[in-house]
T-cell receptor
Framework: ETGVTQSPTHLIKTRGQQVTLRCSSQSGHNTVSWYQQALGQGPQFIFQYYREEENGRGNFPPRFSGLQFPNYSSELNVNALELDDSALYLC????????????FGPGTRLTVL | SQQGEEDPQALSIQEGENATMNCSYKTSINNLQWYRQNSGRGLVHLILIRSNEREKHSGRLRVTLDTSKKSSSLLITASRAADTASYFCATDHSGAYSGAGSYQLTFGKGTKLSVIP
């Protein structure tokens, strides 16, 4: 158990819709990162938040956005869903600073039809 | 894009045998980490090796790192059926972005390990 939870577990949306995925980090973990994992691939970094501000972004378009809240929860929002957005979305947290290990949640499986 | 590449893509062994997985990467790193993933669920951190370390052990796991060859290997000794999972290496590129605590992990495509009872 990593102490990181995600909701919902599964989600089905249609192309063009918007979706919000949620993550609850361990208390004291100031950094949260989001990853997208397509079937048969490794996770790809979407972006990272540190103390409620975006602190780095991977090669993802602006329709992927996020929020981090003071209570160690965070959201990943995806607008104008495309079929290729179908994937497992993972959030990972750590205490921030120089700590290296990231603690991953169980993921949300998003299917776009 | 994914920097790390695991080899082999799939590995099937008998229970009790050793399993070796390899990972190669392209640019310099601060550390390299190995993760396990069961059935497309969350990732579990196994072991971290820093760029100035050559070998590290944790229980039945042994990781080596060769920064001159930009490669790492993960050895699981005396494998068990419960070790069946996908294994990923991930490289840490701290400092790629500004801000405290700022870093991202770059994952490979993984090795799918099957341990047959």
């Amino acid at each position: 158990e990593t102490g990181v939870t995600q909701s919902p577990t599964h989600l089905i949306k249609t192309r063009g819709q918007q979706v919000t995925l949620r993550c609850s980090s361990q208390s004291g973990h100031n950094t949260v990162s989001w990853y997208q994992q397509a079937l048969g691939q490794g996770p790809q970094f979407i972006f990272q938040y540190y103390r409620e501000e975006e602190n780095g972004r991977g090669n993802f378009p602006p329709r992927f956005s996020g929020l981090q809240f003071p209570n160690y929860s965070s959201e990943l929002n995806v607008n104008a869903l495309e079929l290729d957005d179908s994937a497992l979305y993972l959030c990972a947290s750590n205490p921030g600073g120089v700590t290296d290990t990231q603690y991953f949640g169980p993921g949300t499986r998003l299917t776009v039809l | 894009s994914q920097q790390g590449e695991e080899d082999p893509q799939a590995l099937s062994i008998q229970e009790g045998e050793n399993a070796t997985m390899n990972c190669s990467y392209k640019t310099s790193i601060n550390n390299l980490q190995w993760y396990r993933q069961n059935s497309g669920r969350g990732l579990v951190h196994l072991i971290l090796i820093r760029s100035n370390e050559r070998e590290k052990h944790s229980g039945r796991l042994r990781v080596t790192l060769d920064t001159s060859k930009k490669s790492s290997s993960l050895l699981i000794t005396a494998s068990r059926a419960a070790d069946t999972a996908s294994y990923f290496c991930a490289t840490d590129h701290s400092g790629a972005y500004s801000g405290a605590g700022s870093y991202q992990l770059t994952f490979g495509k993984g090795t799918k390990l099957s341990v047959i009872p």
